[in-house]
């Protein structure tokens, strides 16, 4: 069974531009939750989908946002990209999202901004 | 709201150490406890996973109990490689779908 699938792997932006990211979840999977990774801040929870909806949202502004396609797969855009959007953005898939949920991790996606 | 305390890093061992990495959590109702592993340039992995107090996970030598009356689920293992160099991550599933919430994640070097 493939495993989450990430791309592209690394992205360089300038500050303004905007930027996609793609993540196509285990086959099955229905959830898709997305996470930032930085080293100051950690591990920190973008947003959920699942069923094409979005479920749960973290503490981000608007700039980012997401959506998740009939088949699961989902991107995440990011607007007017500041310097600080600089991080690892993360994918992760779970068959139904529930709190007993396993999440499986994509490799990530590096952003660099100019 | 739920947040999960690793001990600070990074940790340097030897080869054939034995590993401790502390975690500890805060949430509401029963979550399910995780230990996650990122090597260098990669996604994190799953390592190991407990669902209800009392459980032990356990995986490649690694091991870790779920214990709710410390609430805590401490990482061991009896005898670290220089292939475990790694950030390990502590991590509970949070009530909030599609959510969890990581520790600061914990840097092992271990040295040959």
């Known amino acids: 069974k493939a495993g989450v699938t990430q791309t592209p792997r690394y992205l360089i932006k300038t500050r303004g531009q905007q930027v996609t990211l793609s993540c196509s979840p285990i086959?099955?999977?229905?959830?898709v939750s997305w996470y930032q990774q930085t080293p100051g801040q950690g591990l920190q929870f973008l947003f959920e989908y699942f069923s094409e909806t979005q479920r749960n949202k973290g503490n981000f502004p608007g700039r980012f946002s997401g959506r998740q396609f009939s088949n699961s797969r989902s991107e995440m855009n990011v607007s007017t990209l500041e310097l600080g959007d600089s991080a690892l953005y993360l994918c992760?898939?779970?068959?139904?999202?529930?709190?007993?949920?396993?999440?499986?991790f994509g490799a990530g996606t590096r952003l660099s901004v100019l | 709201g739920n947040s999960v305390t690793q001990m600070e890093g990074p940790v340097t061992l030897s080869e054939e150490a034995f590993l401790t990495i502390n975690c500890t959590y805060t949430?509401?109702?029963?979550?399910?406890l995780f230990w996650y592993v990122q090597y260098p340039g990669e996604g994190l992995q799953l390592l190991l996973k407990?669902?209800?107090?009392?459980d032990k996970g356990s995986n490649k030598g690694f091991e870790a109990t779920y214990r709710k009356e410390t609430t805590s689920f401490h990482l061991e293992k009896g005898s670290v490689q220089v292939s475990d160099s790694a950030v390990y991550f502590c991590?509970?599933?949070?009530?909030?779908?599609?959510?969890?919430?990581f520790g600061d994640g914990t840097t092992l070097t271990v040295k040959p």
């Open positions: 992760a898939s779970s068959n139904a999202g529930g709190a007993k949920n396993i999440q499986y």
């Open positions: 086959s099955g999977h229905r959830s």
């Open positions: 407990a669902t209800k107090a009392d």
């Open positions: 949430a509401t109702g029963y979550p399910s």
């Open positions: 991590a509970l599933s949070d009530q909030v779908a599609g959510k969890s919430t």
